[in-house]
């Protein structure tokens, strides 16, 4: 990294070609983000599968992005964080997790990573509740909290179309 | 790697010609303009023929150039030197919403020493309305500022019609001409300007040069107090290289402006075409009252941040209005003003050209673009009309 560049080689790295870019067609969960500060929106798509111990996992994962360089890198970054992790596990991924293996966010940035654990989060809370299964009350307030601020970027965003009705 | 600066409005290379003429007060008549001696005559010698030559575009006298340090500076000098002097007469100052942080951060700050200000709102092109602004001048009124060019969209306004009304009322107009000096005619005793803001580094001078006219006889109080320098309006050591520099960049652009125009509205206008067939793109700004250099457009469902860096590896300099290459996360005050939605204002891009673009920088620029915003737009989840 140039001493004074805004980003470093990773964050870059990864916004030039960001892993597991894109859409998957029949999701079993979807998380949609939005920020209500920068209106950065982040949707996040995963496949869960049993694992031969019982335990779930997430088997593919898959983001689309409207936002800045961090906001692209730190989609891309959880994407390879959370695959193949068990759901539990996947929960536990900190946004300080991603700023690290980034190698830092400029400061104004940070707020970028939460986006990306929250978007996460809701396509775990998602999956859980298509599946009538349990949800930890942590989740389930963490998904209060979400939705709350989703509903205010999305005001900002109705009149925009979206590709497709999931 | 090819590559082109096309963010002129930022800032711009010295002109070789302005270096060269720099030099000598750097490393032979460095004297101090304020010595008596032989040493500060060829100084002072220095500063006033520059004096003369900034003066004379603009259709100044030479007495009525003050230079400062920078654009931020008149600014700040005009609003508050203003405002203070003439108190007594009315604490009330008029401002476009579409002004420069430089005059909106002073005006905001008068507010805190009790002065009144009205920000006067623009139309989609980010265009005043003359009779909105005569509605809004009041017995108290002292300081109308109105921006020349925008440095944002290049909108022109109607800076004669401002002057105008301004000058019927009896209210001090300033305008900030930090973009549009040296690139379009600006005559201050046609337009009835009272103050305006100008400096050296947007038109191939040095940086850390300004300027501010003021017309003789207004009342103003300087910024910085000392040693009595530019008439005791602006105390400091006098910058006489820097200043020799502007001159010389003024003298260069009195010759060539107008060729220089010709060329860059050619590109412009050609860029505005080619970029305008991009799907969901809309061009920000007028398309004629604009400045020659400027381009600004939106560009629907991707981020303004990420245009500016992909152009970046593809080796293109520009620019953005967008949320997130700001500190505050506030998208771009001027896009808003024109009317555009966040996220309008989030997918910006200006491009500034200048008089060393070249026809093939234009063309290279015009091939990258449009793959880069398709690439972006890959990776939003918003819809995607192009394909």
């Known amino acids: ?166 | 790697m090819k590559k082109v600066y096309m963010d002129y409005g930022a800032t711009t290379p010295t002109d070789p010609r302005v270096l060269k003429a720099m030099e000598p007060y750097f490393l032979k008549y460095y004297g101090n303009s304020m010595s008596v001696h032989s040493w500060g005559v060829k100084a002072k010698e220095a500063l006033e023929e520059s004096r003369e030559r900034v003066a004379s575009l603009m259709n100044a006298k030479a007495k009525e150039v003050v230079f400062t340090s920078s654009a931020t500076e008149s600014d700040n000098f005009a609003l508050k030197g203003i405002a203070f002097a003439n108190k007594n007469k009315g604490k009330h100052i008029i401002v476009s919403s579409i002004e420069h942080h430089a005059v909106l951060e002073p005006a905001e700050w008068l507010k805190k020493q009790g002065f009144e200000v009205t920000i006067l709102p623009v139309d989609e092109y980010g265009l005043i309305d003359l009779n909105k602004l005569e509605n809004v001048i009041r017995n108290d009124t002292v300081l109308v500022s109105i921006i020349f060019g925008n440095n944002e969209i290049g909108v022109i306004q109607d800076i004669k019609g401002i002057g105008k009304i301004c000058r019927e009322k009896g209210v001090y107009f300033h305008s900030d001409a930090t973009q549009a000096f040296g690139k379009v005619p600006i005559d201050v005793k046609k337009m009835n300007i009272d103050l305006l803001t100008v400096n050296a580094h947007k038109m191939y001078g040095p940086k850390g040069v300004g300027g501010l006219y003021m017309r003789d006889g207004i009342e103003i109080e300087p910024l910085i107090h000392g040693g009595g320098h530019e008439f005791g309006l602006r105390s400091s050591t006098v910058n006489v290289a820097g200043i020799v520099g502007f001159a010389k960049a003024v003298e260069i652009q009195k010759k060539e402006m107008n060729s220089d125009a010709k060329k860059q509205i050619k590109f412009r206008d050609g860029m505005i075409k080619e970029i305008s067939k991009i799907p969901d793109s809309r061009l920000n700004g007028h398309a004629t009252k604009r400045l020659p250099n400027t381009v600004n457009f939106s560009f629907s469902y991707i981020e303004g941040e990420s245009l500016i860096m992909q152009l970046d590896m593809k080796g293109i300099a520009a620019s953005t209005g967008s949320a997130c290459s700001t500190e505050s996360l506030e998208p771009s005050h001027v896009l808003l003003a024109i009317g555009l939605k966040h996220e309008e204002a989030h997918g910006s891009l200006r491009l500034t050209l200048g008089k060393y673009t070249k026809k093939e920088e234009v063309n290279y620029v015009l091939k990258v673009l449009p793959g880069v915003v398709k690439k972006l737009r890959k990776i939003s989840p918003f819809k995607r009309k192009w394909k």
Not at chain 1, 4 to 13: A, F, G, P, R
Not at chain 1, 19 to 24: E, T, Y
Not at chain 1, 104 to 131: F, M, Q, R, W
Not at chain 1, 134 to 154: A, C, G, M
């Open chain 1, 1 to 166: 990294m140039k001493p004074y560049s805004l980003y470093t080689n990773e964050v870059m790295k990864l916004f030039k070609n960001p892993h597991n870019m894109g859409i998957i067609k029949d999701p079993d969960g979807i998380g949609k983000v939005g920020n209500p500060l920068c209106g950065d929106v982040m949707w996040l798509y995963i496949k869960v599968k049993k694992r031969k111990d019982g335990k779930l996992i997430i088997n593919d994962i898959k983001f689309q992005t409207f936002g800045c360089v961090a906001a692209i890198a730190t989609s891309s970054k959880i994407t390879d964080l959370a695959k193949g992790k068990t759901l539990e596990e996947a929960l536990k991924i900190d946004r300080k997790d991603i700023v690290k293996s980034l190698g830092g966010l400029p400061v104004p940035k940070i707020h970028c990573s939460l986006l990306a654990t929250d978007a996460l989060a809701e396509a775990i809370y998602d999956y859980y509740t298509k599946n009538k299964l349990p949800i930890p009350d942590s989740l389930s307030k963490r998904h209060e909290r979400i939705k709350k601020v989703l509903e205010s970027v999305e005001e900002r965003y109705e009149h925009v179309e979206l590709e497709e009705k999931v």
